[in-house]
């Protein structure tokens, strides 16, 4: 089989699909300004004492299982509830490890806090601290995020230390296992 | 994929806003395709492409201000709804009801299932990253160092991969060949 042959077969395998339909484009730019229209709509504000503890609020989801990604995603937001950010991130190393199964090593952060506003700050927060993959500050970077989100004094001192200790451990290739700090749940495992 | 590299500068959000349209208008259709090809129901692609423009507003200020880099840092948002709806599931998107419903009622794949195509079944063989980078070469139209963008990979990896990749699939092809 010739490079050219194989060039075809793979383009050919391209699923054909409806996005191309005019009666889909037309919804296209609608569907667009209708979420600018929704990405500047005025944040919600938080009224204390009437957080539902188990709801998530927040979401925010780094790379994906094999990939460290540099952007993060809130996922939703209601008002009053708990925010629950996931926060993924691989070791520092290649992330491309090519050890047959290209799966590296990861670290999953699963982070409560109280939300102040509509999550722009927890993810710009993160967002930051992997993009600069200065691993050595990412703990306490993350602390600043559990911190900021609670919005207020309460979250304890004991558990920032313990949180930025976590996860500077967890940086540790060595550490498999999961730990709870207060609201933090932090587990390393080998491949995902 | 640096958020801050090549971005436009605050202060002239009308500029900003036109850009950002133009961008999103542009690159809308390749996305909610990318989206038709790898999810189903194919009406979840109406929702991740909602959520993909929920974070491209969002984030506008980060929007690189050169085409294709915008380009690729709206396929690197919509990789990462992609990646977090296979972790998390769907999530619905109000304000995506009227593509869904438009894909619903019209069908947006019209092709046999991956596992009944010779080249998709073998593509399904693949680690899921090798799988990807084929994908967004042969089907998105990608280039190798456009395809490290979006994977925020290095492009060597990505290039080596995809060369791995490409032999196993003609060494899988040769051997249906054989059979048949």
Do not use: N
């Not at chain 1, 008002?79 to 290649?94: G, K, R």
């Not at chain 1, 200065?134 to 004094?153: C, I, K, M, P, T």
């Not at chain 1, 550490?175 to 390393?188: I, Q």
């Not at chain 2, 259709?29 to 909602?50: N, Q, S, T």
């Amino acid at each position: 089989m010739t490079t050219t042959d194989l060039d075809e077969l793979l383009d050919a395998s391209r699923p054909a699909t409806a996005a191309d339909d005019p009666r889909i484009t037309a919804l296209l730019a609608p569907l667009s300004a209708a979420a600018r229209d929704a990405a500047v709509e005025p944040a919600t504000t938080r009224v204390p004492g009437r957080r539902r503890a188990s709801l998530p609020l927040v979401a925010v989801a780094l790379g994906g299982s094999l990939l460290l990604g540099a952007g993060a995603l809130v996922e939703g937001l209601q008002p009053d509830h708990q925010a629950h950010a996931e926060i993924v991130f691989v070791l520092p190393d290649d992330p491309f490890v090519d050890d047959g199964v290209g799966a590296p090593a990861r670290c999953t952060a699963v982070l409560l806090f109280d939300v102040v506003d509509d999550g722009a700050h927890e993810q710009e927060a993160v967002e930051t601290a992997v993009a600069s993959r200065d691993w050595s500050a990412l703990g306490s970077q993350l602390a600043d995020v559990v911190r900021q989100g609670r919005g207020e004094a309460g979250l304890g001192a004991d558990v920032v230390d313990a949180l930025d200790a976590g996860l500077r451990s967890a940086l540790d290739p060595a550490l498999v296992g999961t730990a709870r700090y207060g609201g933090v749940s932090l587990t390393c495992g080998g491949a995902a | 994929m640096s958020p801050g590299r090549g971005t436009l500068q605050p202060g002239r959000p009308g500029d900003l806003e036109a850009h950002a349209t133009a961008v999103v208008e542009a690159t809308s259709r390749d996305v909610l395709g990318y989206f038709l090809r790898r999810v189903g129901p194919p009406e979840d692609a109406a929702d991740l492409l909602g959520e993909t423009l929920l974070v491209v507003w969002r984030r506008v200020d980060h929007l690189p201000a050169d085409p294709l880099e915008a380009r690729l840092w709206m396929f690197g948002i919509a990789r990462r709804v992609l990646s977090t709806h296979r972790r998390s599931g769907a999530r619905r998107v109000a304000l995506a009801d009227r593509l869904r419903g438009e894909i619903e009622v019209h069908g947006a794949v019209v092709e046999p299932p991956d596992a009944a195509h010779p080249v998709r079944a073998l593509l399904l063989e693949l680690s899921p990253l090798d799988q990807e980078i084929i994908r967004l070469v042969h089907w998105e139209g990608f280039a190798l160092v456009d395809v490290a963008r979006v994977l925020d990979a290095k492009p060597a990896t990505v290039r080596s991969r995809y060369a791995r990749a490409r032999a196993a699939l003609r060494r899988g092809l040769d051997e249906q060949d054989r059979r048949s």
